[in-house]
C-alpha cells in the first residue's frame, strides 16, 4: 500500500505535544512495520514544503527522515503560500504532491482539497469549540474555517480518547462509525523509573533547580491554568503544617500565548524566590527532569489527552491532574484528581501529596504500571487498521 503522509510537523524546531506524538507514531509505521502473511510492506512518502535549500524544516526533515521512507519536497511554494492558495482558490494538494497514494493522513486537523487516495485525518481535541476562551483568536479562528470541511472531506477521523471522539461528535455531527479512537504512547525505555540518581542530579545542577520540586511541564498559555497552579501554591504555603515542608515549583515550557498574567501572579504574590521558570527543555533531558520532582503538576482546564502526566507517571512521580476532560480517562485511579476550576481543590491535592508519604509511594508504584498500557507501537497499529479500512471504503467525491 502507498501512504503519504503531511510531514509539516516534522519541520518544527521545537515539537511539543501533537508533534512529538506524530514523531513517535510515524517512526513506529516506518521503521517497524507489523508482519502480516501474505502482505507485502507499507510503502510512506513524506510530503513538506521547503522552498529555500537552507530551510530549517527541509534540513531536520532529511536529516531525521532521510531513511526508510521517500521524501517528496515541495521547492516552489513556501506552506503559508499554498494556505493562502488553498483558502482563496480551493488549489488542489495533489498538483503538489501527486495522485499516486492509496492512502493520505494528516495528523493535525486541516485536511486540505484535492488529496490522493483515501484521506486519514487526526483530530486531536475539540478545544476551539470546547473552551474558545483559551485559544488565541488566529488559532480559532482557523479551526473555525478549516475543521468543518476537513471532517467532510475525511473518509476516516482518528482521535486521541474516548472523551475527543464524544466531542467530535457532539460539535462537528460526524457519526461514530466515522470515527477511531487511536490513544497516545510513552516511550518505555526514556520515561522510566530506572532513571539514575546521577542523571537526575546533572539535570538539576545544569537548569539550577532545588532538590525538591513540585513540577509543572507544558506551554504557557491560559488552558494549562497555571495561574489557578500558583495562587493554589501561595495558599499551600501559607497554610502548610510545620512539620510538612513545601517544595519550591518548577514550570517548565515554552511561551505561548497570553502568559504575562503567569509572571505578574508570581509577582504579586511573593514567590519570585519559590517559582522557577526554565523556558523550553529539551525532549531528551525531560525524562530526568520528571524522575527528579517531589510530584507532577497538571490542572490544565482542557485536554484531548494529555501526554506529560503519562509520561511523568512511567518514571515514577506521584502526580496531580484535573478531574475533567480526556485526563481521568488516561490516568485513571493512579493520580491525585483536582477541580482544575476551584483553587480550593487545587491546594487541596497539593496539601494531600506533601502530608501523605504512603499516598506518594502508592502513586509512584502504581504509575509505572498504568503508563506501560499506553505505547506508540499500539497507537501505530490502530494507524495501520484504519489505512486498511479505509482502503476498502466505496469512492469518496467529496472536496
Not at 216 to 243: C, F, M, S, W
Not at 273 to 283: A, G, I, K, Q, S
Request: hydrophobic residues 40%.
Amino acid at each position: 500500500m502507498n501512504i503519504a503522509v503531511d510531514a509539516t510537523l516534522l519541520g518544527f524546531e521545537n515539537p511539543t505535544g501533537i508533534a512529538v506524538s506524530f514523531s513517535h507514531v510515524l517512526g513506529e509505521l516506518i521503521h517497524n512495520p507489523k508482519p502480516s502473511a501474505g502482505m507485502e510492506r507499507d510503502d510512506y512518502t513524506l510530503n513538506y514544503f521547503a522552498w529555500h535549500s537552507w530551510a530549517p524544516a527541509r534540513t531536520k526533515i532529511e536529516h531525521e527522515w532521510g531513511t526508510g521512507c521517500t521524501l517528496k519536497r515541495c521547492a516552489w511554494l513556501p506552506y503559508r503560500g499554498y494556505k493562502l492558495l488553498e483558502r482563496l482558490a480551493h488549489f488542489p494538494y495533489r498538483w503538489l504532491f501527486g495522485s499516486q497514494a492509496d492512502v493520505s493522513l494528516f495528523y493535525y486537523h486541516d485536511l486540505p482539497p484535492g488529496v490522493a487516495g483515501k484521506k486519514v485525518v487526526v483530530i486531536h481535541d475539540m478545544v476551539y469549540k470546547a473552551c474558545p476562551e483559551t485559544m488565541e483568536e488566529k488559532t480559532r479562528l482557523m479551526h473555525h474555517r478549516s475543521l468543518a470541511k476537513t471532517c467532510k472531506r475525511a473518509d476516516m477521523i482518528v482521535t486521541v480518547s474516548q472523551f475527543s471522539k464524544s466531542e467530535i461528535m457532539q460539535y462537528m455531527a460526524v457519526p461514530a462509525e466515522k470515527i477511531r479512537v487511536m490513544y497516545n504512547g510513552v516511550d518505555q525505555k526514556r520515561f522510566s523509573p530506572d532513571i539514575s540518581p546521577a542523571e537526575v542530579e546533572n539535570l538539576r545542577n545544569k537548569l539550577c533547580l532545588p532538590v525538591q520540586y513540585f513540577l509543572y511541564v507544558g506551554t504557557l498559555e491560559p488552558r494549562k491554568n497555571l495561574v489557578r497552579l500558583i495562587q493554589a501554591y501561595h495558599l499551600l504555603r501559607e497554610q502548610a503544617p510545620d512539620k510538612a515542608p513545601v517544595p519550591d515549583l518548577v514550570i517548565a515550557g515554552g511561551k505561548g500565548w497570553h502568559y504575562d498574567d503567569i509572571f505578574a501572579q508570581v509577582r504579586a504574590l511573593g514567590l519570585a524566590e519559590y517559582v522557577h521558570f526554565t523556558d523550553y527543555v529539551d525532549d531528551a533531558d525531560l525524562p530526568a527532569l520528571m524522575r527528579g520532582c517531589f510530584a507532577f503538576l497538571f490542572p490544565s482546564t482542557y485536554e484531548g489527552f494529555g501526554i506529560p502526566p503519562l509520561e511523568a507517571m512511567a518514571c515514577g512521580a506521584p502526580v496531580l491532574t484535573s478531574n475533567v476532560a480526556s485526563l481521568p480517562e488516561v490516568v485513571g485511579d493512579d493520580a491525585v484528581l483536582v477541580n482544575p476550576s476551584s483553587v480550593e481543590s487545587i491546594t487541596k491535592g497539593l496539601r494531600l501529596l506533601i502530608t501523605d508519604a504512603s499516598l506518594r509511594q502508592s502513586l509512584a508504584s502504581r504509575g509505572p504500571i498504568r503508563a506501560r498500557a499506553f505505547t506508540w507501537k499500539a497507537a501505530a497499529d490502530t494507524l495501520r487498521d484504519v489505512f486498511q479500512e479505509v482502503t476498502a471504503l466505496p469512492p469518496s467525491h467529496t472536496e
